[in-house]
């Protein structure tokens, strides 16, 4: 294995040869997902006045005939993953039986939670617990059991489930390419059940999908970040709230993005996912101390003990009888949210994850973000919740009214409301910057062929395109445009997850180690590790995806 030094200072040379202007691509993969979504902006710009039905209508349609198969996925992909975790596979090492992490517990931590959950929970932690407080259909509003529930749920939307379609893409990603040779690439996890095919129009296909998604699930949280960002300038400085502010915000923070983008992974993506990571803990820190402490500590335990309790209940519940409308708008927008960002996610924390075994994998990226998820929502949401309940109240009536503003109408019940909002700002740009810079070399790694390293120029041009779609997305219909992308896009590729499962399975099943497993007519590297193989815009094993 080479030293870090030898490693950087190849890189750079590589970097130095190849220039600014060196573009490695899958041409299929590459020109097809870019036509059909600069398609899909130019289009939500001409019509934009036309959309906002359209896009309403859509959302109700699909969640209404695909609802249940969106919760049947949900459910077998965490299933299947707990099985992963207690079962016979957990001692395989992600790379083989030699290869260590690339980075350490705390940077590893802070790059997946950032990438997975940052601008979400940040825009949801103190507006989902009041809305199912005010309002949900197995309950009475404004009761003790209301309460409860509107935890319950919250944690449902943000728990198990979200982190157990991270765990499965990622997990999948980082076997095939790590211990078997293959392409870093979507396509790659469905060799088990498509053979040679994967490298023609079949693979093509998968990862085409998994690039559009990607980028949808992208823009709907940098349009939901940048609502908030603009909310609370609006309450420190009294800019106003508007899409045209909101394009001008994107524009601005996505210039941002590009500073992370060329830096890379190490230099640019890890030092904000940790610097982000510590801002948010500061923020939660201030609210834990000024807040009601007592009420936080008692809250989180039974929070928790709620969910376990009725997780199997919730989780399977499908408006069946109650013939309500009310799961289309939240349970489905968020099952479908999960299932089309994990392409971006999934490939992102693969990248980061080489060396640890299954069980570590799956333990760091199931239990451990969740137990911190749930941490954030009883912070923010019981705090909420406590001044709603027993304090000055108005809370519920500000979430009603502007659901981007709620965190800023909590933090002025407490002292410094000034200082904690401009760091809640802070928060929220770094998170989306990271998103942006992390979505962009995802789509990249996919769209030249599976390469870890793609170029530059090419990230810097699915940066801007992801700006440019939460921008028309938010001219073209604001937050339902957001959900009705995310569903439409989810859709497709909540059938790409369930044939994951299958091909994941029978991987592992044929396992024995890395120097046993027979690729077509060739074998990978005898020692595989992610340090000491050959880049993959040169070769892969000897085998290109074209």
């Not at 030699?98 to 103190?126: C, N």
């Not at 199912?132 to 939307?157: C, Q, W």
């Not at 830096?263 to 000024?290: C, H, Q, Y």
Request: aromatic letters at 14%.
């Amino acid at each position: 294995m080479t030293d870090k030094p030898d490693q950087e200072e190849s890189q750079a040379g590589a970097e130095a040869e190849e220039g600014w202007f060196h573009l490695d691509i899958h041409p299929q993969v590459f020109f097809i997902s870019a036509a059909l979504i600069i398609f899909f902006v130019v289009a939500t710009i001409v019509f934009q006045q036309y959309l906002g039905n359209v896009f309403e209508q859509m959302q109700a349609g699909m969640s209404k005939y695909a609802g249940w198969f969106f919760i049947w996925t949900v459910n077998i992909v965490l299933i299947f993953i707990l099985v992963l975790l207690a079962g016979r596979f957990g001692d395989i090492r992600l790379g083989g039986p030699d290869a260590r992490p690339e980075f350490s517990t705390m940077g590893w931590f802070a790059m997946l939670f950032s990438a997975g959950m940052g601008i979400g929970l940040l825009f949801y932690g103190v507006a989902e617990p009041m809305f199912h407080y005010a309002a949900n259909p197995l309950t009475e509003p404004g009761t003790t059991e209301s309460v409860r529930k509107a935890m319950d749920i919250t944690f449902l939307h943000w728990g198990l489930h979200p982190w157990a379609i991270y765990s499965l893409v990622a997990l999948s990603l980082a076997f095939f390419s790590f211990n078997k040779g293959l392409p870093l690439s979507i396509r790659t996890a469905f060799y088990p059940l498509l053979g040679e095919r994967i490298y023609g129009w079949p693979g093509n296909i998968i990862d085409i999908l998994a690039t559009v998604a990607t980028l949808f699930g992208v823009a709907t949280s940098l349009g939901l970040g940048v609502q908030q960002v603009n909310a609370g300038l609006d309450y420190l400085l009294g800019v106003g709230q508007s899409a045209n502010i909101q394009v001008i915000l994107i524009a601005g923070i996505t210039g941002v993005a590009t500073w992370s983008v060329v830096k890379g992974l190490d230099k640019g993506i890890r030092r904000l996912s940790e610097m982000n990571i510590a801002f948010a803990a500061l923020l939660a820190l201030f609210v834990f101390l000024v807040g009601p402490t007592l009420f936080i500590m008692n809250a989180l335990l039974e929070n928790i003990g709620y969910y376990i309790q009725h997780l199997p209940q919730l989780s399977t519940w499908n408006e069946t009888y109650e013939q309500t409308q009310w799961q289309q708008g939240w349970t489905i927008f968020y099952w479908s949210w999960w299932i089309a960002w994990s392409p971006f996610v999934g490939m992102f924390i693969a990248r980061v994850s080489h060396g640890r075994t299954i069980r570590q994998f799956i333990m760091g990226v199931l239990l451990v973000p969740t137990f911190i998820t749930f941490l954030w929502i009883t912070i923010f949401g019981n705090t909420a919740l406590f001044i709603e309940m027993f304090g000055s109240g108005g809370i519920s009536r500000a979430v009603q009214n502007n659901i981007p503003v709620s965190m800023f109408v909590m933090l002025e019940n407490f002292p410094l409301s000034i200082v904690s909002s401009a760091l809640s700002i802070v928060v929220i740009i770094t998170f989306f910057v990271t998103s942006s810079d992390s979505g962009s070399m995802v789509i990249d790694i996919i769209t030249s062929g599976g390469n870890p390293n793609p170029p530059v120029l090419s990230r810097l041009f699915w940066a801007i395109m992801e700006g440019a779609v939460a921008a028309a997305l938010l001219m073209g219909g604001g937050l339902v445009a957001l959900q009705t992308a995310t569903i439409t896009t989810g859709l497709p590729f909540a059938v790409v997850l369930l044939g994951m499962c299958v091909a994941l399975y029978k991987g592992l099943s044929d396992y024995s180690a890395p120097q046993e497993f027979v690729l077509g007519d060739r074998k990978p590297e005898k020692e595989f590790k992610i340090k000491t193989r050959p880049p993959l815009d040169k070769t892969f094993g000897k085998r290109r995806l074209w």
